[in-house]
């Protein structure tokens, strides 16, 4: 049998705290708020009138119910009153001196059945539990900001945690309607141990003017369907928060990849601490505003160099060439593709016509505007009757001697002027610009998958890639309704350097039985609001396809944390590829 809470006690009362005892006392709980001043208290007391308020402007709480929820929190400086408490909750800043002075007070104050519980995000649980004389009855309940919104609670026990305790206090997270999850002590936990190294990496990537903050975020919004991109998500963290999460892992981890980028600490020092002060990586119309007042878009840049492009060529016949080709054609574009059989030719436009009906029959498109589509496209198995096109694009098998071979052709059938792009995912672009005569007009047109779909292209310039042949390939994209972002040539360009290092950490925090795959999995959808969890995500890639990404990530960047994880290496040599074959991560039926 699991304990019965009846009493709970919350220390500390900013947004984290206010937002857990409003948590406890929606579900009944009798509530104990501390605060160390009056003022504070009040502030305290306001934080939960602001988010009860909301509740009730959007119908999720009524008159009757705030009053009740308030009848249940008594709000009070007196520490002596969490004597009455079963569980107590520390929710001050994020400082082990000051946690710690609290652990020992709560320790001197309640009896000794009552268990003590850290809303910590990244500091050592079993380092606050010695500060007390009953480190078994310590654990971490990490509740996400806002608590009352988000479900996930990391529970944390230490190795001298009792079994009984972890136990009580999961069941207590499922009767708030939470989702817990039960870890060992580490440094981030499960959520920030994987979020923040991807955010530090992205910071790294905007202070070495690899893309522009606007670009970084966009790419992992509409590459990944990330709710937020990283920088924007700092900022709403806050970066002297960030900075600390960061500085805590690194020295637990001596993981370089932890190490904060020496931008966020010149940032804090110059006062620019995200949404709260109102300038971050971006300028907030005031602090605390979600509004930004000094976004840039590409939408007004200068035209005048852009080269005309109406008619493109494709070269390749498969799943990604063809979501090309139907892009170009439904965007008014002439498009020619190249096949190299014409079986492969008739089997592209079967495909192409069945992708077109399914828009008419899905109301996206009209049958004069898929037949208008369809009449612009020819297939030929010759590569020179690209000769004209304005605009080639190569999507073929993503092997280098091959591109390398399809880019020694187009550079002599192709006339003067001609952009010549390839859609590679992670081969170096500058290789098939070396192999041409005009290596300053080749560009990376990386399309995501599937093409007529997503909104994002990756464009990538190399340093010998002409700034009118970006400036063209940025527009052909936006008449195509595409996002471009533009980044360098180098491994992964945004999206997969920043994705798959994440991805091979999950696996790490799996090889070494910190947690299970459904509870890491749960923890990033339901804390960090993810579309999928890294193992789900993982199987629907295919691991075959992240090691290979992964492995050009560590050869390029040779940092020794971007070195695949060796349960991914056995999982792809076993044959277990993801849902390809059946059995990834997770085993698959039907």
Do not use: W
């Amino acid at each position: 049998m699991t304990r019965e809470f009846t009493t709970v006690g919350v220390v500390g009362l900013g947004t984290m705290g206010a937002g857990i005892a409003e948590v406890f006392a929606r579900t009944g709980l009798k509530v104990i708020a501390v605060e160390v001043t009056e003022d504070a208290l009040a502030r305290g007391r306001g934080h939960v009138e602001h988010s009860t308020d909301r509740a009730l402007r959007r119908g999720k709480l009524d008159e009757a119910g705030k009053d009740a929820l308030f009848a249940q929190i008594e709000f009070t400086t007196s520490m002596q009153a969490l004597a009455a408490a079963d569980l107590v909750i520390e929710a001050v800043p994020e400082r082990m001196e000051l946690k710690a002075q609290v652990f020992g007070e709560l320790d001197r104050i309640c009896p000794p059945e009552t268990i003590l519980a850290s809303n910590t995000s990244s500091l050592s649980v079993t380092e606050l539990s010695v500060h007390t004389s009953r480190p078994g009855k310590v654990v971490g309940m990490h509740f996400f900001n806002p608590a009352p919104v988000l479900k996930l609670v990391e529970v944390i026990r230490t190795v001298v945690t009792e079994p009984g305790v972890v136990e009580d206090v999961t069941a207590l997270a499922e009767r708030l309607g939470k989702v817990p999850v039960v870890i060992g002590d580490r440094a981030g936990f499960i959520a920030n141990a994987l979020l923040f190294g991807y955010l530090n990496h992205a910071v790294r990537m905007f202070e070495g003017r690899y893309a522009t903050r606007e670009d970084l975020d966009a790419a992992m919004k509409l590459g990944c369907g990330y709710p937020m991109g990283p920088l924007a998500l700092l900022d709403l963290i806050g970066l002297d928060t960030a900075y600390e999460i960061l500085d805590t892992m690194y020295h637990q981890s001596r993981n370089r990849l932890h190490a904060p980028a020496p931008l966020l600490k010149q940032m804090i020092t110059a006062g620019l601490l995200g949404r709260k002060t109102g300038r971050g990586f971006y300028t907030y119309d005031a602090p605390d505003s979600p509004t930004v007042v000094d976004a840039v878009s590409a939408e007004g840049a200068s035209t005048e160099q852009v080269r005309e492009v109406q008619r493109v060529g494709v070269v390749g016949t498969g799943t990604m060439a063809t979501g090309i080709v139907e892009v170009f054609a439904k965007s008014g574009h002439d498009v020619i593709v190249r096949a190299r059989s014409e079986g492969k030719g008739k089997t592209a436009l079967e495909a192409l016509r069945r992708s077109l009906d399914k828009g008419v029959l899905r109301g996206k498109l009209s049958e004069e505007d898929r037949d208008a589509a369809l009449a612009r496209v020819q297939v030929t198995t010759d590569l020179g009757d690209l000769a004209d096109a304005d605009l080639v694009v190569e999507a073929v098998a993503e092997e280098l001697s091959v591109k390398k071979a399809v880019f020694a052709t187009l550079d002599e059938v192709c006339k003067p002027g001609a952009v010549l792009a390839t859609t590679t995912s992670s081969l170096p672009v500058i290789e098939l610009a070396a192999v041409t005569s005009r290596p300053g007009d080749v560009v990376g047109l990386h399309f995501f998958n599937p093409a007529p779909v997503m909104k994002l292209v990756e464009v990538v310039h190399t340093i010998s890639t002409a700034p009118e042949v970006v400036l063209t390939a940025q527009a052909v994209c936006r008449k195509l309704g595409k996002h471009p972002v533009t980044c360098g040539d180098r491994a992964g360009f945004i999206v997969n350097a920043l994705l798959f290092p994440y991805l091979n950490d999950a696996v790490k925090m799996l090889e070494a039985h910190y947690a299970s795959a459904d509870d890491i999995d749960n923890a990033m959808k339901v804390g960090c609001g993810l579309p999928m969890g890294p193992f789900a995500l993982l199987d629907v890639v295919g691991l075959d396809v992240a090691l290979a990404i992964q492995r050009e990530l560590y050869l390029e960047f040779r940092e020794a944390g971007f070195a695949p994880a060796p349960l991914l290496e056995h999982l792809v040599t076993a044959g277990r590829l993801g849902r390809k074959t059946g059995k990834g991560f997770r085993d698959y039926t039907g």
